[in-house]
Antibody, heavy 119, light 107 residues
Framework: QVRLQESGPGLVKPSGTLSLTCAVSGGSISSNNWWSWVRQPPGKGLEWIGEIYHSGSTNYNPSLKSRVTISVDKSRNQFSLNLSSVTAADTAVYYC????????????WGQGTLVTVSS | AIQMTQSPSSLSASVGDRVTITCRASQGIRNDLGWYQQKPGKAPKLLIYAASSLQSGVPSRFSGSRSGTDFTLTISSLQPEDFATYYCLQDYNYPRTFGQGTKVEIK
């Protein structure tokens, strides 16, 4: 069973860069799957941020594309999210998730990590 | 981007009730839609994929259907553990977009 675990700072200063890592266990990040980031502001709905394939191919949400970089580290079986020039509007629970190849939907999720943007 | 308009935003229901939640896509998305359940403090859980296919391990009281660009999640007999927020997600094209969510509360 695949397990995902987010890690990173819980507090980021405005105009700074939010950096998170998702460690994958119970499966290989080099499998035929896309790996994704989704966020959820407190009390609000879900927003897809972007995703990456082990080859390094990416897809990003146009609403965030200018500020987002998703990368993969196959040697550590993990992938990462960088979001630059953050504001209070980027305060959210950030989830990493695996995209099932057949269903093309998120079937495994991390537990989520709250990132607060504040000085 | 495809907009997913979900309704209602919230509803109150009793145990045993039949509950229906709808998502309307702003354009045709074939059957490329899933339904998720989210409980407070937890990650979403996949219930339905391809509009009407039940994910493994999900109780059969959950079902999904499609009529054109309208998609419906039905809970045939609401159970105490079903009180949660439900989201649709289109995977027809990028960016992937979610509905706004429907919170199912106890009446």
């Amino acid at each position: 069973q695949v397990r995902l675990q987010e890690s990173g700072p819980g507090l980021v200063k405005p105009s700074g860069t939010l950096s998170l890592t998702c460690a994958v266990s119970g499966g290989s990040i080099s499998s035929n799957n896309w790996w994704s980031w989704v966020r959820q502001p407190p009390g609000k709905g879900l927003e897809w941020i972007g995703e990456i394939y082990h080859s390094g191919s990416t897809n990003y949400n146009p609403s965030l594309k200018s500020r987002v970089t998703i990368s993969v580290d196959k040697s550590r079986n993990q992938f990462s999210l960088n979001l630059s020039s953050v504001t209070a509007a980027d305060t959210a629970v950030y989830y990493c998730a695996k995209v099932d190849t057949t269903m093309d939907l998120f079937d495994y999720w991390g537990q989520g990590t709250l990132v607060t943007v504040s000085s | 981007a495809i907009q997913m308009t979900q309704s209602p935003s919230s509803l109150s229901a009793s145990v045993g009730d039949r509950v229906t939640i709808t998502c309307r896509a702003s354009q045709g998305i074939r059957n490329d839609l899933g339904w998720y359940q989210q409980k407070p403090g937890k990650a979403p859980k996949l219930l339905i994929y391809a509009a009407s296919s039940l994910q493994s391990g999900v109780p059969s009281r959950f079902s999904g259907s499609r009529s054109g660009t309208d998609f419906t999640l039905t809970i045939s007999s609401l159970q105490p553990e079903d009180f949660a927020t439900y989201y649709c997600l289109q995977d027809y094209n990028y960016p992937r977009t979610f509905g706004q969510g429907t919170k199912v509360e106890i009446k």
